[in-house]
């Protein structure tokens, strides 16, 4: 596996991680990389606290009335298969061989149940974790100054949930019949128009949702700005 590959992996599992549901070998692992990874250690430290919160935030967190139907029903389909089997289903399933796969390919019933009640219970903390990150916390990234004539100007992408706003000092005034342009990158896709704007000092808002791993650009465009950059990015912030 790639040292990129790892890392973004890695990235991807802290959250997993800080609840104590990675199976010991991906806990073992992550734990490697974060000794020896300090932006995937900053990114835990800031997971932290949100997760922290999860016990005092996922009581306040009111269910639809749909979860608990489609709870109950498949709690009440497993009880009629529990039935169904009869004495046999109390006994413990024998041991199955030895098999290099990590999940079992059969549950009996009764495990069945279990793991659909763990399953609501996962389904439930993660969204208690997704509504505390998205929903009230917001990052300041620094923004990398990509053209050495700017060195003076100061910028920084103000990030929460899927929105996210730049605020810059000091950016000089574009040529004239010419405007500020961003753009969002996703992947290994094109870049995609996010608004324009011509500001010395202040806020724009970036036009188009946001998420991790998203490459927000700079550039200078003619005249009301263009479909896709005619130039180099004067300044970058990767999400």
Request: glycine share 8%; with cysteine.
């Amino acid at each position: 596996m790639s040292a990129e590959l790892e890392h973004r992996e890695c990235a991807d599992s802290l959250g997993a991680y800080l609840l104590g549901a990675l199976p010991e070998a991906e806990r073992a692992r992550v734990q490697r990389h974060l000794a020896g990874c300090r932006e995937c250690r900053a990114e835990l430290d800031w997971l932290r606290p949100a997760v922290d919160a999860l016990p005092a935030s996922a009581a306040q967190v009111e269910p639809p009335p749909e979860l608990k139907a489609r709870v109950m029903e498949v709690v009440e389909r497993e009880a009629e298969l529990l039935g169904a089997a009869g004495e046999s289903a109390d006994r413990p399933a024998p041991p199955p061989p030895p098999r290099r796969s990590r999940w079992p390919l059969t549950l009996a019933p009764r495990s069945a149940l279990a793991l659909a009640a763990a399953c609501v219970v996962v389904v439930a903390v993660f969204a208690a974790l997704l509504a505390t990150l998205g929903g009230s916390a917001t990052r300041t990234l620094r923004a990398h100054i990509t053209n050495p004539a700017l060195s003076r100007v100061q910028a920084s992408l103000r990030v929460r949930g899927s929105h996210a706003e730049l605020q810059v000092t000091g950016l000089p005034a574009p040529a004239s019949n010419h405007v500020e342009e961003l753009w969002v990158m996703r992947g290994g896709g094109p870049p995609s128009p996010a608004g324009t704007f011509v500001l010395g000092s202040g806020s724009v808002r970036v036009a188009r949702p946001v998420h991790r791993g998203d490459l927000v650009l700079v550039t200078v465009e003619p005249g009301r700005g263009s479909t896709a950059p005619t130039t180099q990015p004067i300044m970058t912030v990767r999400i």
